[in-house]
């Protein structure tokens, strides 16, 4: 197998699904010449089933202007607002609290983000989740 050599690196958060050739990513991309269309099919067809989440992509462009990516796990506020069924974070977190989780939906965000976060087992990587529902305005049950 012979290797490519690589010209660049980008990540994007893009919404699932939603990858257009336009701004921004036409912005970014293109000047690099790679084949937009193809990219935003492949990146929708990859993320279709998690409609309405972001999801981290990290594209790896060669210099024949081919190009591979790899999908990041959403971002943490991202899987919050989803499990706790709210729009955003409180804007003041410390007095107005703006929705729940259960420890079990700790646990299912944690297992998702554990290879992202610096925590050794789910135990730790439990206690990081809670800290960002914290901060904003989530109460954790129990």
Request: hydrophobic share 35%.
């Amino acid at each position: 197998m012979v290797r490519k050599a690589i010209v660049k690196k980008i990540k994007l958060q893009i919404e699932a699904g939603k990858a257009t050739p336009g701004p921004p990513i036409g912005s970014i991309l293109g000047p690099h010449g790679i084949n937009l269309p193809m990219f935003c099919r492949d990146y929708n067809d990859q993320t279709k089933n998690q409609a309405g989440s972001i999801v981290p992509v990290e594209i790896t462009i060669y210099q024949d202007r081919t190009f591979t990516f790899e999908l990041g796990v959403p971002p943490m506020s991202d899987l919050i607002k989803r499990a706790a069924g709210i729009e955003k974070g409180s804007g003041e977190p410390n007095r107005e609290k703006i929705g729940m989780l259960t420890r079990k939906q700790v646990a299912e965000i944690a297992q998702k983000k554990i290879k992202e976060l610096n925590a050794y087992d789910v135990e730790s990587a439990m206690k990081i989740v809670e800290g960002s529902a914290r901060s904003m305005g989530v109460e954790i049950e129990g």
